[in-house]
């Protein structure tokens, strides 16, 4: 009859566990003695009543909200975690308001704190032994829930996602910069195409896109001739004050949509710490160009 009661009561608790107060308002006040009892035996009784304690922490990991035909489904490791940590306040609680009425609350209490794990209770160290564990498989855990569903589809956290989705992201991101840049050369005499620009200076034969990485140079443009420089800088127009405010922000409009498309073409992704400056000169330069390929690069140091 008793591992029938304790099985019963082990479904129960799992209601009760959803926190302290929710579990002080979830059965009548005249139970709590009833439960510190089933505690206090479980926990100064070494053997007798220590595989209850291991019946219900078991049992607990089961969601009983949901009704199932066959075994119910288990619950996430968090909301498991957070089972265990009421259970053991449920634990301490329970037992020292048992043994206050005992009058040896002295002698109880080493069973929860004693540095000595020989003179713990074994019932309550088997709780910590489960928390310890589980903590492990957390760490263990992915972040991110990520599953193949076929060629090129995956769901990330639920949501699907496929490859498709980044060429519209990259496509639309460029459609923007090209905007931009558009808009920002009407206070340019003269801005020129940034695939023009590549084909004057970095896949120029006049390029020396050669540097060691070891003792790089100052300036991504020391690479080019003066001529070359000369030839892509465009010519500021005119334009009066209330215009800066306006050609700054698209500058930095269209660095954004540059991060983005860069984010998205690299594979391995930047950190974005490292992603938010682009310096092509200077101590911390960043931008670099492929002798190889004669694309630029941006160099990250992580």
Same mark, same amino acid.
């Given at each position: 009859?008793?591992?029938?009661?304790?099985?019963?009561? !082990?479904?129960?608790?799992?209601?009760?566990?959803? +926190?302290?107060?929710?579990?002080? %308002?979830?059965?009548?006040? =005249? #139970?709590?003695?009833?439960?510190?009892?089933?505690?206090?035996?479980?926990?100064?009784?070494?053997?007798?009543?220590?595989?209850?304690?291991?019946?219900?922490?078991?049992?607990?990991?089961?969601?009983?909200?949901?009704?199932?035909?066959?075994?119910? =489904?288990?619950? =996430? @490791?968090?909301?498991?975690? @957070?089972?265990? *940590?009421?259970?053991?306040?449920?634990?301490? @609680?329970?037992?020292?308001?048992?043994?206050?009425?005992?009058?040896?609350?002295?002698?109880?209490?080493?069973? /929860?704190? =004693?540095?000595?794990?020989?003179?713990?209770?074994? !019932?309550?160290?088997?709780?910590?032994?489960?928390?310890?564990?589980?903590?492990?498989?957390?760490?263990?855990?992915?972040? #991110?829930?990520?599953?193949?569903?076929?060629?090129?589809?995956?769901?990330?956290?639920?949501?699907?996602?496929?490859?498709?989705?980044?060429?519209?992201?990259?496509? *639309?991101?460029?459609?923007?910069?090209?905007?931009?840049?558009?808009?920002?050369?009407?206070?340019?005499?003269?801005?020129?195409?940034?695939?023009?620009? !590549?084909?004057?200076?970095?896949?120029?034969?006049?390029?020396?896109?050669?540097?060691?990485?070891?003792?790089?140079?100052?300036?991504?443009?020391?690479? %080019?001739?003066? *001529?070359?420089?000369?030839?892509?800088?465009?010519?500021?127009?005119? @334009?009066?004050? *209330?215009?800066?405010?306006?050609?700054?922000?698209?500058?930095?409009?269209?660095?954004?949509?540059?991060?983005?498309?860069?984010?998205?073409?690299? +594979?391995?992704?930047?950190?974005?710490?490292?992603?938010?400056?682009?310096? /092509?000169?200077?101590? !911390?330069?960043?931008?670099?160009?492929?002798?190889?390929?004669?694309?630029?690069?941006?160099?990250?140091? %992580?």
């Amino acid at each position: 009859m008793l591992p029938i009661l304790v099985c019963w009561f !082990a479904g129960l608790l799992v209601c009760w566990f959803a +926190g302290l107060l929710v579990c002080w %308002f979830a059965f009548n006040a =005249s #139970h709590i003695p009833t439960i510190c009892k089933i505690f206090y035996a479980i926990i100064t009784d070494e053997e007798k009543y220590r595989g209850y304690l291991n019946l219900i922490i078991r049992l607990s990991c089961y969601d009983w909200n949901k009704p199932s035909k066959k075994l119910p =489904s288990t619950i =996430s @490791y968090l909301k498991f975690r @957070y089972i265990l *940590d009421s259970l053991k306040c449920w634990t301490a @609680y329970a037992t020292l308001f048992r043994s206050v009425q005992l009058n040896n609350i002295s002698s109880t209490l080493g069973l /929860f704190i =004693s540095s000595n794990d020989s003179e713990q209770s074994k !019932a309550y160290r088997s709780i910590k032994y489960f928390y310890k564990r589980l903590l492990k498989s957390i760490t263990k855990v992915p972040r #991110h829930s990520f599953i193949p569903l076929g060629d090129n589809k995956y769901s990330l956290n639920g949501k699907q996602f496929q490859k498709e989705y980044l060429v519209d992201l990259y496509s *639309d991101a460029k459609k923007l910069f090209d905007s931009k840049l558009e808009d920002l050369g009407l206070y340019y005499k003269d801005l020129i195409d940034v695939s023009v620009v !590549a084909e004057m200076t970095i896949k120029s034969p006049k390029c020396v896109p050669f540097e060691s990485r070891d003792q790089p140079m100052i300036s991504i443009t020391d690479l %080019f001739t003066i *001529d070359t420089q000369r030839s892509v800088i465009p010519t500021i127009g005119f @334009y009066n004050e *209330d215009d800066h405010n306006r050609i700054i922000n698209l500058v930095v409009d269209c660095l954004t949509f540059l991060i983005l498309m860069i984010y998205i073409s690299s +594979g391995s992704p930047y950190r974005f710490p490292e992603m938010r400056v682009l310096k /092509f000169a200077g101590n !911390a330069r960043n931008l670099f160009i492929n002798p190889i390929d004669k694309t630029v690069e941006l160099i990250t140091t %992580f």
